[in-house]
């Protein structure tokens, strides 16, 4: 691994690249199993942002919907409200730009919420966060500009599978290299132990915060990216179960293990297309999951490399 | 002897109704070796982290450097010049041996984010300065042929070792050790008391060291305070120490440690 990534920047380059041939052929896809791959794409932001915060950071965050749905309804308020003043033509240049603000919206929501709260530990934090997703999502389900609690339908689908996959690839640019650095190094410290870290000069809450503001920053992006694939976006989709099942594709693909959590975000969003049972029973199997996790591999189901430290905070 | 770096100003510190330190004064000057030393649950360790930020006393002072500490997160404390290691070891545990030693390193560096996503040329060799001091350190601790391993595969004497090591790459002018030769045998004892001279003659910097065991710090020490139930029972040489009546009641009373 580490060798591959004596250059990032190339791998960067390549996975743009191949992004961009991949949407030129997309024209001739299914549109059903175009849509699973865009579905894989954001998954994969999804679970490689909240990595950063609950495997390298070790901050258990449940609100990563809450994050998402900031950058969902933003994006989409941007787009509808361009197409509604300027034409349908503006969208090609417009979309990018409203995805950006929508992931910086979320990024302030993440230091916003980040900040007071991070100076709590473990079941406290999990707590606030799963709060403050709840929250946002009673906050758009009362806000009429938001559509209430039905929604925002009629987004434009903007969504394709070389933004999706070029966002895809950037995100997990952006944590590998920030981790994979001697500043980085920080971020794992405080995951492994806080009072050491800051003995060594580390600042841990400043770490806690840069996590939940990045992770919040591309949670929100792949939350534009969802809105503009889905064309309709309501409160319910951003429910704590969302949140959930990005927590479980994080430990599952092994707490801070890049590779692994990539591999549980195509799993876990490809198991309930193709098994009903999975789509049905979904949410009892993720708890029994990381239940038989947490007791037999707490150094996740995808990682077969050395052994890490059961996770104990 | 140097200007005074670390002063203790009478502090004290109370858990409810548990005076754990009370009323301590204690100096220490720059380049000086200055023991800490008493029975098991004396407040040694209560002291190191009232210098480090980790608690803030409840009465009294302490300066370092000519600046109160007070109110200050350990984590400015070691960017202004102490580092510590913990009586029971707090290395990083899903870290290798070279990397935590690496994260010791940025406190003292200007490149963060955006050196780590640029991955420009400044940021390659900002990190290979960086490899190049850790990979000094390990080597005169003689840690290098582990860089790779789990810090937590290390024997247990190489824990310790590797602790200091860690508090010396942030580059502290004061190192506080707490018990560092704790769980050793009598040899490897005498090894590490050998290992802490020498650190202090290389590295030129002032340590507090804290023991229970009174005979280890005798042979290095310049300076001697002991403390027994929170309080500072005795200061001096070492044969001053050895001879003090408080000091020897106190650890016949405590015998078996
Ligand atoms: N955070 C704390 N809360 C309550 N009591 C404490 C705390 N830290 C230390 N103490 C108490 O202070 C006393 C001194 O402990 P300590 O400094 O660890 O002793 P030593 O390091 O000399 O063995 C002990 O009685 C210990 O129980
Ligand atoms: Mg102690």
Redesign the interface.
Known sequence: MSRILK???LLLLIAIVAAVITGLGADQMNLYYRGVIIDIGIAIILAVSLNLINGHTGQFSLGHAGFMSVGAYVAAMITLAAQKSMGAEVLAWMFLPALLVGGLVAALAGLLVGIPSLRLRGDYLAIVTLGFGEIIRVIFQNVEAAGGASGLSGIPRMTGLTWTFILAAIAVY?VG??V???????F??V???E??????????TRYKV?AFVIGAFFAGIAGGLFAHHKTTINPQVFDFMKSFEVVVMVILGGM?RTGGVILAAIILTLAPEFLRAVAEYRMIIYALLIIFLMIARPQGLFHFG?K??PLTH | MGASLLELENITIRFGGLVAVSDVSLCVSEGELVGLIGPNGAGKTTVFNMI?G?YQPTDGKIMFAGKPTTRK???VL??SGM??T?QNI??????SVF?NV????????A???R???W?GRS?HA??KE?EDRVMELLEVFSLQDFRDE?A?SLPYGGQRRLEIV??L??QPKLLLLDEPAAGMNPSEKEELMVLIEFIRKRFGMAILLVEHDMKVVMGICERIAVLEYGIKIAEGTPKEIQSHPKVIEAYLGASGD
Do not use: W
């Open positions: 250059d990032p920047r952006v290299c920030l994979n650095s001697t500043y980085g190094r920080g794992i410290a995951h492994d132990d009072v050491a870290a800051s003995s060594m000069g580390l600042n841990p840069t801070g050395r890490r430290k | 480090t980790v997160k350990p984590h070691t960017k580092a510590r913990f707090r290395l990083f545990g899903s870290m990397d690496r994260a010791a390193t940025q406190l003292h560096r490149h963060g984010i050196q780590a996503l991955r940021h900002g990190e960086v789990p937590t860690r508090a790459a942030t």
